[in-house]
């Protein structure tokens, strides 16, 4: 493609997009889609990881597995690792993965941006995990209240690995947030107006807004507290006078739209499971889109329901129970337009579809008990014990993950041209189901008889030490069926069946192509007519009700001969992404390690920008190169 | 296989009472004062309500995935969109429902955050890792162990000196934060005497190394015990003419004694005891550092209600502080043998 030659840029322009290289300097969404899929899935298993040393610590009481801190460390770190590195660039693979296939696009608005979304992620995940390379690793919490994290009480290093992490992660998120809302509103195909979008791309454009709306309150909490700890400020330093409750209100405005974008992206993946496996739209199509916003819009009225026990006085605590128990009500909408979606279907138990009802059992749970937290007066002895613990992974765990897999399952063929096994996925699904009832389940029970949550023991007479065991055994159940869906994922990825570019009769523009994917998306840019286009081309209702399938030739005609697919030029690989990324996670780094490191790294940041500026999205020569057909496998 | 339904239904009622044991000592299931109570109900509304959703929604999930199972040759199903009036009952029932949860949980808010006009008041500092207790009232300091009268409601005022930590009794009511920088208002009262031990609480907001460890025990006696404990409070410490020889060494070393204090994070000084620790009647008092020591032998536990007072932990406890509670403020007091016989048994005679 490039001809390798200088040109507008500084250096050289990557050439190929075979081989390690090729991946390294890619900006097509399908590969930056992978990466942050397969990156999330080994952040998870070591989210996982730390959670069984919790489980195993608590086991029985009096446990020495690991030391206090060192447990304080690992619940920490679990959080932040499952949330921040985990389920949220799982999210975002998949925004990268189908949202441009589903608006019948080429590929996102900024490539080159995208790309280093997904290396500032790498980098920052490294950043925010390095503690543990030390023996420092933050022991404060995921929420990090202060005056615990002031350098008084967190003496090391961790604190400065949390902040400096998080803050690089931030520019990751923000970018990629900023892309796809462009991508969203600018890049559509023709015909396809605001509510013809699939629910996934809806639920990726309010996630995105939240992004960048809840993200620059977290950066400003972040550099107060790290004011605080190297440069004298007293932002929440009590003794001078700094308050305490700032962090939590500046960290919990964002902490609470967070939840939301952990949760409205798996909301948008089941939106498109149930469906297909249904054979039936999605029902009320419009209210879904609607609770979709409300919720966007309602997930910043709510925060202190996160502090409903710091003495906020009646008025505000009581003004915060309202607007948290009316959330919940968007939320129900949505799962009884699901539930509707099934009734009457032709359903097909298939994995993707059993993690999909799975989801709505789960989240079901752990909304109800979100709604018990709502009402605060009695929430006064749920806070702060294993009850809110379960809550949180019933959403997460039973919310986001399952949804999650989900995706895993229904869009593995689309970009691997392969299934996964199904018989496998059946047994894996069972396991996982059954270990996660039985790891957190029991801690609704365990909480409401008090046991507090972040505590590294606890002693026999207090009657905890049954369900202590069962959840640790239920959690070592989890862990295996995880292993279990790993190597489905890479024995499927070898040796699965091969698949078509419709294995599920689905409804939706990403069916319309071939499996793989060719690098290009479409040969030929839809022109979309209704919503589940892709539907509507395969199927015609008559006036009797019955869907018949539209007779051979009606379908959209996906014939690459026809189209000059050489024709079709997408934005060149290009290393500036990656020197621009490695530049600001050396800024990140330096500032806990030594103020050098950061300096070099701005420098490097600054040749990337540059280098970036001048690089034009194509090289110009191409048009009359003789060039292979690019093929992503 | 549908006709396993109804067997799911009570199956999932089972499961949710499972969690119910109010004999446990945090058990939030049995109230034994007002506070309590009144938030007890309003769970017990929104657990009926939860429990309705619970066994109505997921029986009608399984059901559905039943019976819509897709067979070999079915039809494309009727390509619903959606229905109106449905969608419209399912937003505003849940809305009402709400709005009718809504009146007793506000209700209730108000109550148990508005301590009656005329409360015993409770100072209640939280210090890594230990409660401080003052009775302005009544002018007593001590610590861990709290006393209160049966039938009276009591006003605690929450501080903290170091990091948040968070005030809980759960067999009396809700807890509220200690937060440095300002003070939290919240009462409990006892309707019953506690028994021997007291009843079980501990620091719930997240606040270090030892945060498992930091508990406390309220005693909730009849007034004219509460009376009698009040007077023993009061009284200083013993002069070393009353005490025992061996007592009146122990007292010797507390006062006067320099010692070398290797703290947790290594940190090396000279300290003596009463340079933390306040004994009404010494010379040097005052110091809240560390736990007011005063009547330390009345207290049936140590250690923020971690272990039994007896002589044997106040010994491991001179002897290796950070063993028995990791990370503890307290230093590791280098004592000979028999300094710290002497000082367990000066302790031990703090009644």
């Known amino acids: ?633 | 296989m549908i006709r396993a339904i109804p067997l799911l239904i009570l199956g999932s009622m089972l499961m949710l009472s499972v969690g119910c044991t109010p004999e446990h000592l945090m058990s939030t299931f049995d109230p034994l004062g007002p506070v309590a109570a009144e938030q007890k109900m309003v769970w017990d509304f929104v657990f009926w309500a939860m429990a309705v959703v619970f066994v109505t929604v997921l029986p009608m999930l399984l059901y559905m995935t039943l019976k819509f199972k897709r067979k070999e040759g079915d039809p494309i199903p009727p390509q619903t969109h959606g229905h109106r009036n449905l969608e419209i009952a399912w937003t505003v029932l849940p809305i009402l429902v709400l709005a009718v949860a809504a009146v007793p949980t506000l209700n209730v808010l108000k109550y148990v955050l508005e301590p009656p006009a005329g409360s015993m008041q409770v100072n209640v500092t939280g210090h890594q890792w230990w409660w401080e207790f003052e009775y302005p009232e009544l002018g007593i300091r001590t610590a861990n162990e709290l006393y209160i009268p049966v039938g009276k409601p009591v006003q605690f005022n929450l501080q903290a000196k170091d990091v948040i930590h968070s005030f809980w009794v759960p067999k009396l009511g809700g807890k509220q934060d200690a937060i440095p920088t300002r003070t939290n208002v919240m009462w409990y009262q006892a309707d019953v005497t506690s028994p021997p031990e007291g009843f079980y609480g501990q620091c719930m907001e997240f606040c270090g190394t030892s945060h498992a460890n930091m508990r406390l025990r309220v005693h909730a006696v009849e007034s004219d015990a509460f009376d009698i404990w009040v007077q023993a409070q009061k009284e200083p410490g013993p002069v070393a003419e009353d005490l025992s020889e061996l007592a009146a060494e122990g007292r010797d070393y507390f006062e006067n004694m320099d010692f070398t204090a290797t703290y947790a994070d290594g940190a090396v000084s000279k300290q003596r005891c009463v340079y933390c620790h306040t004994v009404d009647g010494l010379g040097i008092s005052g110091a809240r550092t560390g736990p007011n020591l005063t009547h330390v032998a009345s207290r049936r536990t140590l250690l923020s209600a971690l272990v039994t007072n007896n002589s044997e932990n106040l010994t491991s406890w001179l002897d290796n502080p950070q063993a028995m509670k990791p990370g503890s403020r307290m230093p590791n007091p280098t004592l000979t043998d028999a300094q710290t016989v002497a000082l367990v048994e000066y302790l031990q005679s703090l009644k």
């Open chain 1, 1 to 633: 493609m490039a001809t390798g030659t200088r040109t507008g840029g500084i250096l050289a322009r990557p050439t190929s997009m075979e081989g390690v290289w090729g991946w390294v300097t890619t900006v097509d969404a399908k590969r930056i889609g992978m990466m942050y899929i397969t990156t999330s899935i080994l952040f998870f298993l070591w989210g996982g990881i730390q959670a069984l040393v919790v489980r195993t610590q608590l086991s029985y009481p009096g446990a020495e597995f690991v030391s206090p801190d060192t447990y304080n460390s690992m619940f920490t770190m679990h959080a932040l690792t499952m949330i921040f590195l985990a389920i949220m660039p799982m999210s975002v693979g998949f925004f990268n993965l189908i949202v441009p296939l589903q608006i019948g696009a080429r590929d996102v608005a900024f490539p080159r941006m995208n790309a280093l979304s997904y290396w500032v992620y790498l980098f920052g995940g490294l950043l925010l995990s390095m503690g543990w390379l030390f023996g420092e690793a933050a022991s404060s919490g995921w929420f990090a209240y202060a005056p615990l994290t002031e350098s008084a009480y967190a003496a090391d290093r961790g604190m400065d690995f949390y902040v400096l992490g998080l803050l690089v992660l931030g520019v990751s998120s923000m970018a990629g947030a900023f892309n796809f809302i462009v991508t969203i509103i600018n890049l559509r195909a023709p015909g396809l107006t605001w509510f013809k979008l699939p629910v996934f791309v809806w639920m990726t454009f309010i996630t995105s807004i939240l992004l960048v709306t809840a993200f620059p309150v977290i950066t400003v909490a972040l550099i107060e507290l790290m004011f605080d700890r190297y440069l004298g400020a007293n932002f929440f330093v009590a003794a001078q006078g700094g308050d305490p409750l700032l962090w939590q209100h500046l960290f919990w405005v964002f902490g609470h739209p967070e939840v939301y974008i952990l949760i409205l992206p798996a909301m948008g993946i089941v939106s498109e499971v149930l469906p297909t496996f249904a054979r039936k739209p999605l029902f009320g199509y419009p209210v879904i889109v609607f609770s979709g916003i409300i919720i966007g819009v309602m997930g910043w009225m709510v925060w202190s329901h996160h502090m409903f026990t710091v003495g906020l006085g009646t008025v505000a605590v009581g003004v915060f129970t309202v607007t948290t128990m009316l959330i919940a009500v968007p939320t129900g909408v949505k799962v009884f337009s699901w539930m509707a979606t099934m009734w009457k279907g032709s359903i097909a138990l298939t994995t993707a579809n059993l993690y999909a009802i799975g989801f709505i059992a789960l989240f079901v749970i752990g909304g109800l008990s979100g709604v018990s937290h709502s009402m605060s007066s009695s929430d006064f002895q749920q806070q702060d014990t294993y009850y809110v613990v379960a809550h949180i992974h019933y959403v997460l765990f039973g919310g986001s993950i399952m949804a999650l897999f989900s995706g895993l399952y229904y869009w593995f063929p689309k970009f691997t041209g392969r299934m996964m096994n199904e018989r496998y996925g059946k047994i894996q699904f069972f396991l996982l189901f059954i270990g996660m009832n039985i790891a957190f389940g029991p801690m609704h029970w365990v909480g409401m008889d008090g046991m507090p949550r972040r505590i590294y023991t606890y002693t026999s007479n207090m009657g905890w030490d049954f369900w202590n065991m069962v959840s640790t055994l239920g959690a070592f159940l989890l862990g295996f069926s995880i292993l279990l869906l790993l190597h489905n994922l890479v024995r499927s990825f070898k040796k699965g069946e091969i698949a078509d570019a419709d294995p599920w009769d689905g409804r939706t523009l990403e069916w319309s192509i071939p499996s793989p994917v060719p690098h290009y998306n479409f040969a030929r840019i839809p022109n979309v007519v209704s919503r589940d286009d892709w539907w509507a081309r395969k199927y015609v209702t008559g006036e009797d009700g019955v869907t018949h399938p539209i007779p051979q030739g009606g379908a959209y005609a996906e014939n690459e001969e026809d189209v000059d697919v050489h024709s079709i030029h997408l934005p060149d690989p290009s290393y500036w992404p990656l020197v621009t990324a490695i530049g600001l996670a050396l800024m990140g780094g330096g500032v806990v390690f030594h103020l050098a490191i950061s300096i070099v790294g701005a420098l490097i940041m600054l040749v990337g920008i540059y280098g970036w500026a001048f690089e034009p999205v194509n090289e110009p020569d191409e048009e009359h190169e003789e060039h292979e057909e690019q093929v992503i496998n």
